[in-house]
């Protein structure tokens, strides 16, 4: 098997070089940017805007979207308002706040058995919607300390240009994407080892001074998601469906929000989406857990 391939080794093989050689990280700052481009179009590309496929399940989509852009979102804001006073971390948390739902919900949902249907149209209306959402919340919150223009270009880079690019690449054959997963596999490596390496020393020694966002983005990803799933199913969802909208409560799309925080604030402020990315992986494996656990009605 291709080690670009397994997605784990990348990512692990990433972090341990993040940690032990940081130097480089200050090199491949310049490309992460691109490489979150190159990203973004290679995974909106898996993702079809049929007008068909979205209206089949409009309602589970509505409240997948709401609940991401609209509970989580807000969630979001008020816990970094109450426990995050570093202005650095502060902003990195809102930023992801205004992140749509990772592109990972999609497969995440198909291998947990939920409501796939629902996943896509909830992913459809976020992207499309986070093309002003995403820029008016980030401006709404911390407008006052980034660059305005800067953030209406990494919306255009990031959002905008991936969702037209990727309507483009459609229209070629699959098998020329055959190298897709180690691209992506490179790609989010790459931004994984350059965050974590730029933010090596406080990783390491700023323990006190994580605390707070640690125990916030616990909360966030833990205790709210499997509350969701609960009140879903208490409120006769079906346990697929459920299982859809506890994804959609816990993941954003981290690497666009770290990118988003590297150029716009500083490295510091990517540190909460790196962090995110650790739980959320947490997260897969003790969902897994408890739902072999729960009735499977509620």
Request: charged share 10%; with cysteine.
């Amino acid at each position: 098997m291709n080690p670009l391939d397994n997605t784990g080794l990348m990512f692990s093989l990433a972090i341990l070089l993040g940690f032990l050689l940081p130097q480089l990280s200050s090199h491949t700052r310049s490309l992460v940017v691109l490489s979150m481009v190159v990203a973004m179009c290679l995974s909106l590309r898996q993702i079809t805007f049929s007008k068909e496929e979205i209206t089949q399940s409009l309602s589970g989509s509505l409240k997948a979207f709401l609940v991401n852009y609209g509970f989580q979102t807000g969630l979001m804001v008020g816990l970094a308002f109450l426990f995050v006073p570093n202005f650095d971390f502060f902003a990195g948390f809102i930023i992801m706040a205004a992140m749509p739902p990772a592109i990972m919900v999609i497969p995440f949902t198909f291998l947990f058995r939920g409501d796939v249907k629902t996943a896509l149209g909830g992913e459809v209306l976020s992207y499309l919607l986070a093309l002003g959402l995403t820029p008016a919340i980030t401006l709404l919150l911390i407008g006052f300390q980034v660059n305005v223009i800067e953030i209406l270009k990494l919306s255009v880079l990031l959002i905008i240009a991936p969702l037209v690019i990727s309507i483009l690449l459609r229209r070629l054959p699959d098998s020329f994407f055959s190298p897709t997963r180690p691209i992506l596999n490179l790609c989010f490596a790459l931004n994984t080892y350059t965050f974590i390496g730029l933010n090596q020393r406080v990783l390491l020694t700023d323990f006190m001074t994580l605390l707070p966002v640690t125990i916030t983005l616990f909360l966030k990803t833990f205790a709210i998601s499997i509350l969701v799933f609960a009140v879903s199913m208490r409120f006769g969802a079906p346990r697929e469906r459920a299982i859809t909208y506890a994804f959609f409560s816990s993941y954003k799309n981290e690497s666009m929000a770290a990118t988003f925080a590297l150029v716009l604030v500083s490295a510091a402020a990517s540190l909460p989406a790196v962090i995110q990315v650790i739980y959320e992986i947490l997260f897969v494996i003790f969902f897994g857990w408890y739902l072999r656990r729960t009735p499977k009605s509620g």
